[in-house]
């Protein structure tokens, strides 16, 4: 079976639910997303948080659509001055501070694991292929983010500061949402 034909798995399966269940979704999503961001190390210039690990997960739990839309109204949250990022911050200036490109990479990561979740990344008998996608959000978000911290303090500051410290955890958060996954399918069973 290829991986556009494979069965899909989206635990939630919230396509074609009711607007209101969507919505809720959505707010439940957006208040995970800020509990993420609070769980942090801090790190100059760019703080070390959850918040990868629940950008993967959304996408996979919500898929491409709904998992975009949340991230993104995590991310409105954020602008308008809602404590939801690292250290309980928010506003508009950290979307062109260091961390501007992460945020940018945030909705695209969520979309992009939700796309690979519904053509079977995520589902039974495929955790390789769940790993791997879960290491693809967070890869693409590493990638987006140092390129544009790069572009403010030099591609060496860029990568000792915004991309090496950042990569094991990378790993591990993958791991963690790829068994998070694995856990709700079985608890769906």
Do not use: C, D
């Amino acid at each position: 079976m290829n991986v556009l034909t494979a069965p899909t798995f989206v635990p939630l399966r919230l396509a074609g639910r009711p607007l209101a269940l969507k919505a809720t979704a959505v707010v439940l999503g957006t208040l995970f997303l800020a509990v993420s961001s609070w769980i942090e190390v801090p790190m100059f210039p760019v703080p070390m948080t959850m918040q990868t690990f629940a950008v993967t997960l959304v996408g996979a739990l919500y898929g491409w659509r709904l998992g975009t839309v949340t991230v993104l109204a995590w991310l409105a949250e954020a602008a308008v001055g809602f404590p939801v990022l690292a250290g309980g911050s928010g506003g508009i200036v950290h979307f062109a501070g260091p961390t501007a490109g992460y945020l940018a990479a945030f909705p695209l990561a969520a979309a992009l694991v939700g796309w690979l979740a519904e053509r079977g990344w995520t589902a039974e008998g495929k955790m390789l292929r769940n790993v791997a996608a879960m290491l693809i959000g967070n890869a693409f978000i590493l990638v987006l983010g140092t390129a544009v911290l790069a572009m403010m303090i030099g591609m060496e500051k860029a990568y000792v500061f915004g991309f090496a410290p950042f990569v094991l955890g990378g790993i591990l958060k993958a791991v963690l949402a790829s068994a998070t996954v694995e856990v709700m399918r079985r608890a769906k069973s």
